[in-house]
């Protein structure tokens, strides 16, 4: 199984700062990788997909970056409904596998 | 809009048989280029992958979980079901439906449902 490492495991921020989440993947995967964001009692949601594409819907300060092993998710201007627990997912190889997640907490 | 929506019993007990269905409205399971999960959360934990199922019937089932995985779909009723024999403590979860998209490119689940919790206990 390929392992997903994101890092930090979780971090304070306060309204209006620039956020960068890393995803390190135990084994090359172009650019098969997706970021979701997910909210207390909430499913988890798509953010990004195929490493850099933002999903339909999902506001323009979230980017992400990467390929091969080590991948990046950037909120460029945190905003009050941007807390929440956001995890990487490798679709490469199966079976599937996710990151631990990092929460994102108010400062 | 597509929406999947998890249905099923809310407790079952040590040794037994879970079974859930997801519901998938605004879309057809049998259209091409796409596949149907379940996902599970333990309270607190992580995601974990659990199988899929592609428009054409194929099924792919996380080796974690050895031979006590299903999931078949009824196409007549835009359904597809999971089943886990011999369940234990340790598979009280929050379990999802998802849609996966699959192209040339990449892979990813763009809609999901709302999850439904699953307790084992006796």
């Known amino acids: 199984d390929i392992q997903m490492t994101q890092s930090p495991s979780s971090l304070s921020a306060s309204i209006g700062d620039r956020v960068t989440i890393t995803c390190r993947a135990s084994q090359t995967m172009r650019t098969y990788l997706n970021w979701y964001q997910q909210k207390p009692g909430k499913a988890p949601e798509l953010l990004i997909y195929a490493a850099s594409n933002l999903q339909n819907g999902v506001p323009s300060r979230f980017s992400g970056s990467g390929s091969g092993t080590d991948f990046t998710l950037t909120i460029s201007s945190l905003q009050p409904e941007d807390f929440a627990t956001y995890y990487c997912?490798?679709?490469?190889?199966?079976?599937?596998?996710f990151g631990q997640g990092t929460s994102v907490e108010i400062k | 809009q597509v929406q999947l929506q998890e249905s099923g019993p809310g407790l079952v007990k040590p040794s037994q048989t879970l079974s859930l269905t997801c519901t998938v409205s605004?879309?057809?399971?049998?259209?091409?280029?796409?596949?149907w999960s379940w996902i599970r959360q333990p309270p607190g934990k992580g995601l974990e992958w659990i199988g899929y199922i592609s428009y054409s019937g194929g099924t792919s089932y996380n080796p974690s979980l050895k031979n006590r995985v299903a999931i078949s779909a009824d196409t007549s009723k835009n359904q597809f079901s999971l089943s886990l024999t011999s369940v234990t403590a340790a598979d009280t979860a929050v379990y999802y439906c998802a849609r996966v998209v699959s192209t040339y490119s990449s892979t990813w689940l763009d809609f999901w449902g709302h999850g439904t919790l699953v307790p084992v206990s006796s």
């Open positions: 605004g879309g057809s399971i049998s259209r091409v280029g796409y596949y």
């Open positions: 997912q490798q679709s490469y190889s199966l079976p599937y596998t």
